[in-house]
């Protein structure tokens, strides 16, 4: 096997995890599929790059040889991806961002900051590809989520900065029992069907899996589902619960109430490149952000529990 750039990447997110598991669900495949992977690396490199240890892994002295040439080798590419006259002109702002309300309002707000610059948009489930994009310019800048134990790592290359951390919410039918209450105990949902996306490749479903562990069950995952539509006529037919975001709407069918002790978090992270055209704007876009944010909550099912939680 010829080793490529991919390759490098491979090693160097197993490093900065220091575990498969976390590596694997970082690179959004499998952790089978991930060994399998390094397995072929090493064999093509001749000698082992990581010592594997019920605590994870760690590189051996070789490891550390090749993984201080992938770090320059990688940052290396970088500069040549992202070189760019200084003075160049932003055509058009090209903007990534995972499945949120905020991304509208962000859009709007950009172009103003950018005196009518066009933005456009692109949501991608995957928050790795998001970020990779922006470590590429192949987007201008990302909204993205990561979760509790599950931390992203973008390349040093991308700035990354906090715009949020909102709690994960229970939508389910209104004629559930359980819709009556105004929060809902995860543990009452042990025995139910769950509706759940596709893994994101940063740490979801994984954490709600983890979550309710901890709670002593694991979720009945009955629907695997990336239509939207589709997962309302579940919830709303009473077929399945779905854990969502406080900006999932509620309607005639469908209630969405928070979760005892808000047990589940979600982080919005606003990304871009650090010598890319929107640098020099960084902190300007993450107060827009921050604005954008604030505008998408105050029009959702969550309201009420933001509102109590900022004295609103």
Known sequence: MQLDLRHLRIVQAVSDHGS??????????????????????????????????????????????????????????DDILTARP??????????????????????????????????TVRTDHSVRTLLEMVASQQLDCAVVGDYPGYDAHPEPSVEYRLIAVEPVFIALAAGHPLAEGDEVALES????????????????????????ASRGFTPRTRYRLADNSLRRELIATGRAVSPVQPTFRADAGIVVHPIAGDPMWMRYHLA?????????????????????????????????????????
């Open 272 to 312: 871009w490149h650090g010598k890319g055209p929107l640098a020099p704007y960084g902190d300007d876009m993450l107060r827009l952000a921050q604005r954008a944010y604030t505008a998408s909550m105050e029009n959702a099912s969550g309201y009420l529990w933001w509102a109590a939680r900022r004295g609103v």
């Open 189 to 212: 949902l042990a025995d139910e069907d769950w509706v759940l996306p596709a893994s994101d490749g940063m740490g979801w479903p994984e954490h709600l899996i983890d979550t309710c």
């Open 20 to 77: 498969l598991n976390r590596a694997a669900a970082t690179l959004g495949v499998s952790q089978p599929a991930l060994t399998a992977q390094l397995k072929r690396i090493e064999e093509s490199l001749g000698a082992p790059v990581f010592l594997r240890g019920p605590k994870g892994v760690e590189p051996t002295p070789f490891g550390e040889f090749v993984l201080s040439r992938t770090r320059t080798v990688l940052s290396a590419f």
């Open 86 to 119: 200084q003075d160049a002109p932003v055509p058009t702002v090209r903007l990534g961002s995972v499945a949120s309300p905020m991304v509208v309002e962000l859009a709007d707000r950009l172009g103003f900051l950018l005196s009518g610059v066009p933005v």
